[in-house]
């Protein structure tokens, strides 16, 4: 070790040195060492050499930014920084936290950044249900491509549509990435996650609201547009509850009706911006511009009391996933399946109809 | 540094829709003809929409991994990309000659963005026929006693569509190396379903024109050409039908070798790829035998 210390003493030969509390000058009386509680001036190389030593986190710290991770990548480097929480706490203290391991939550992603005796970074990538679990009992992997594959699917198996939907599955654990490949993985979970939020970190994310995402399909989407009559955005207030809530989209949602009105629904709490409607909910109002596009009827049907609560329990039972959780034998849940079965048997006719009522005249 | 972006279309009900665009990237990736290799979907993510973002390079390909010139090459990928300036007729095509512009993209304004036109209507397509053939065979050598059939959708959804299955079949019927070269087509005829009416070979290679696998690959075809009644089933490699046997080999998409046709459309346009071109001929050369 010590190659940090020459780059640092080469560096601050060409010019003046400066990071998160450290300055390395130069002047005519030599080098000036400073950090937060220090001060040293007048040194020649060689006691620069031997003071920085003495500082040798400020020194290592340094290096990694300056050349191990680099300016090539700001949002690279922006959003390494962030998980380290640098130029927030000071570098004894952070170097501290560091060997403890600082966590951080990404959607649900969550990391852990810790750093080995030469002020080298590495980071623990695991599903944020999985932060106790003992690594030797996750699955390992290496290769950020491999959260491809991890992503595809979720617990049960099936396919999911939306990279940020949070239904991400647990049981793996990435136990020792570096800085590139950690950011790599992470976009790799959740494509331009990091672009965005670094963009809305520097004030430049381009929101793009409903109304011009929605004027700018074309083809089979450009129906959406016939969904708003200029009076009101109920609408999308509906689909942004349905899709965007943080029950069902990691994402914090940026994008409002238009420039001027708001949705009334809650964006979510996501570390990183949604900027335009996604093509999930393109697609999905597609399909809501033509039902919304429907006449409403009077239908007259007979029902007790529990049994019209029984229709509201599985309409709520669906739409928040929790079929799976109600136990079979379970008949106090309206949503239970044998309550189902009975409510069917007693109230559909042959056809499908609820209470023999047609639902188109005949 | 420059970057290659493959763009294709995705899904939200079929998995299996990015697996042709993901391995592709993969094998270009493999060869390190790029500095990076990224992916962009219209119907998954990162969207074609903010593709441009995720590119670290300043010089950046962009490669449609479509099969033919129209809606979405001249109208929705240029205006998700936020081609500046955008013009199909740049692109002074006949709807198979597209090759490449050179623009700048509102959303990285700072890079150099060069659009492609899409790997269907390259000529290296037809080898990737030829080698879908091979694979679905398993013989190096198949021509001989075999006819062979292109298949795409007819010009109902896209007039540009059938231009392109007429040119790779007129490219093999001229290697001569098959007895027989026919196009078929899903929505005209000649169909699909009459395949057996067209050929008098005993052997007959269906390679569809498409680039991923999905419900017409998969579901469609295999069922009108009689291959079974129900495509859950499954169906055999071949399957004899009206006294022929049909090797039946999926979506030509998933052939490795279209690899290669990504990377002639980059360097079509200028990017500097070395020897990627040989490496990937030869490492996609044992791609598995579709049903395996
Ligand atoms: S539009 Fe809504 S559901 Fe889609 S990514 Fe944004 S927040 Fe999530």
Redesign the interface.
């Known amino acids: 070790m010590g190659h940090h210390i020459d780059a640092l003493v080469a560096a601050a030969a060409d010019d003046d040195v400066r990071l998160d509390g450290l300055e390395v000058t130069q002047s005519d009386d030599g080098y000036t060492l400073e950090t937060p509680d220090s001060h040293h001036a007048g040194l020649s190389e060689d006691a620069l050499r031997d003071a920085l030593g003495d500082y040798d986190d400020y020194a290592t710290n340094w290096y990694v930014w300056s050349t191990v991770v680099g300016e ?2 700001p949002q690279r480097r922006a959003f390494l920084r962030w998980v380290e929480g640098a130029g927030k706490y000071a570098v004894p203290e952070r170097y501290d936290a560091l060997r403890d391991g600082i966590h951080h939550e990404w959607g649900q992603l969550r990391i852990t950044a810790t750093i080995d005796g030469h002020g080298e970074r590495s980071y623990d990538l695991r599903h944020v249900d999985d932060a106790d679990i003992d690594v030797d009992d996750l699955d390992p992997y290496h290769e950020p ?1 491999a959260a ?1 594959q991890l992503a ?2 979720d617990e049960k198996g099936r ?1 999911r ?4 939907g949070a239904n991400l599955a647990g049981g793996w654990v990435f136990p020792d990435l570096d800085g590139r490949d950690l950011v790599e993985t992470v ?1 790799t979970f ?3 996650s990091v ?2 939020w670094f ?1 809305e970190r520097e004030g430049t994310l ?1 929101v793009e609201h409903w109304e011009d995402t929605i004027g ?1 399909q ?2 089979m989407y450009s129906v959406i547009d016939t969904w708003n009559r200029g009076d009101g955005h109920e609408h999308v207030n509906w689909v942004a509850e349905a899709c965007c809530d943080d029950s069902q989209c990691v994402k914090r949602r940026e994008w409002e009706y238009d420039d001027e009105t708001d949705l009334d629904v809650d964006g979510g709490d996501g570390v990183f911006p949604c ?2 409607p ?3 909910v393109i ?1 999905a109002s597609r399909k809501w511009t033509r039902l919304e596009g429907e006449e409403t009827k009077t239908y007259e049907f007979e029902l007790t009391p529990s049994e019209k609560q029984q229709v509201e329990d599985i309409i709520e039972a669906v739409a928040d996933d929790r079929i799976d959780e109600i136990r079979e034998a379970d008949v106090y849940e309206g949503s239970n399946r044998y309550r189902t079965r009975f409510l069917r048997a007693k109230l559909f006719d042959e056809d499908g109809n609820l209470c023999g009522v047609p639902t188109e005249d005949e | 540094m420059q970057a290659l972006v493959i763009v294709a279309h995705g ?5 299996d829709s990015s697996t042709p665009t ?1 391995d592709h990237a ?1 094998t270009i990736r493999e060869v390190g003809a790029f500095d990076e290799v990224r992916t962009g979907f ?6 074609i ?3 441009l ?2 590119v ?1 390079a300043d010089e950046v390909y962009v490669v449609p991994l479509f099969i033919s010139e129209g ?1 979405f090459t001249e ?2 990928i240029p ?1 998700e990309l936020r081609l500046d300036g955008w013009d199909v007729a740049d692109w002074d095509s006949d709807g198979l000659s597209a090759s490449h512009v050179t623009l700048t993209a509102d ?1 990285v304004p700072e890079k150099t963005v060069h659009y492609c036109g899409p790997v269907g209507t390259h000529e290296a397509m037809t080898d990737v026929i030829v080698r879908r053939a091979e694979s679905v065979t398993g013989d190096p050598n198949v021509g001989e006693g075999f006819g062979l059939a292109v298949v795409g959708h007819g010009t109902e959804r896209n007039e540009n569509s059938a231009k392109a299955i007429e040119y790779h079949a007129n490219r093999i019927r001229d290697m001569d190396r098959f007895d027989e070269v026919q196009a078929l087509y899903m929505d005209e005829d000649p169909e699909v379903d009459d395949v057996t009416d067209y050929f008098e070979s005993e052997d007959i290679v269906v390679v569809p024109l498409f680039i991923a696998d999905g419900f017409h690959t998969q579901e469609d075809i295999p069922e009108d050409m009689g291959l079974t009644d129900d495509y859950r089933d499954g169906y055999d490699i071949p399957t004899e039908v009206d006294g022929h046997r049909i090797w039946y080999a999926g979506a030509v998409g998933t052939e490795g070798l279209m690899a290669d046709v990504v990377l002639e459309r980059a360097a079509d346009a200028g990017a500097e790829i070395g020897d990627a071109l040989e490496l990937v001929r030869e490492r996609t050369r044992a791609t598995p035998q579709a049903g395996d």
């Open positions: 090539s990548s491509l491809r595809t699917y396919y549509p939306l990279k940020t976009e959740y494509p331009a672009p965005n963009r381009d700018r074309t083809g900027r335009e996604c093509s999930l697609a | 899904s939200h009900l079929n998995p993901y993969d219209w119907k998954e993510e990162p969207s929409r903010e593709v973002r995720t670290e809606y109208q929705v205006r959303d």
